[in-house]
């Protein structure tokens, strides 16, 4: 059996930052006036320009710039708390010769912050895809099918997990299966989108892996 290489998210799969962006961005959400209730379960899993240019394209050029601002300067500075058993797994599937892929909205910089705060991290990817290297971003499949070209893969030989709505629809839209991950939203909600629920990565083990190949 070939087995499936694994691309991961980063943000509410593999560290718990979810929470801290809820808070950031609501925050965000009220003080620039969007008029969006809990504006920070709208923007999940979407590019910081992508963001910019769907809710404030009607926004002066200034203040555009001081929203980025703003948001750099939280990426690039926010602690980065592991969530249970995510890098013990990510290990666990590349002692087993799992090519393994992270995924992310996030950008360049902020990766780079991420790989200092956990210096564990580094050699644990075979292939990164960030903000910097896609011009679409999720729900758009394009980082996904990058990565997949990065492995000299087909889609259907990828499995993803994600834990937004927007990054579960890009791993589907890309052809590939998805384990989505209840950090983020609720299971029940992600029930029939994904092909797999789970609470978090924590005591996973290589047969769950096959089981979801």
Known sequence: ??????????????????KLYDVFWNEMGERYHTGIPNFASHIKGTTIHGLIEKYFSDRSEEERKQILAESNHFDWNMPMPVLPGSFEFVRMLKSHGVQ????????????AHAFHELPF???????????????????????YLLAAQDFNRKPEDCLVF?????????????????????????????????????PNLENRTFEDYLSWQ
Do not use: H
Request: glycine share 8%; hydrophobic share 45%.
């Open 1 to 18: 059996m070939t087995l499936k290489a694994v691309l991961f998210d980063f943000d509410g799969v593999l560290v718990d930052t979810e």
């Open 100 to 111: 393994i892929g992270l995924v992310t909205s996030s950008d360049d910089k902020k990766l």
């Open 162 to 198: 994600e834990d937004s709505f927007a990054g579960i629809r890009a791993g589907k839209e890309a052809g590939m299966r998805v384990v989505a991950l209840s950090t983020t939203n609720p299971a029940m909600q992600l029930q029939g989108i994904a092909d797999y629920v789970i």
């Open 121 to 143: 991290m580094e050699g644990l990817f075979d292939t990164i895809v960030s903000a910097n290297r896609i011009t679409r971003g999720k729900p758009d499949p394009m980082c």
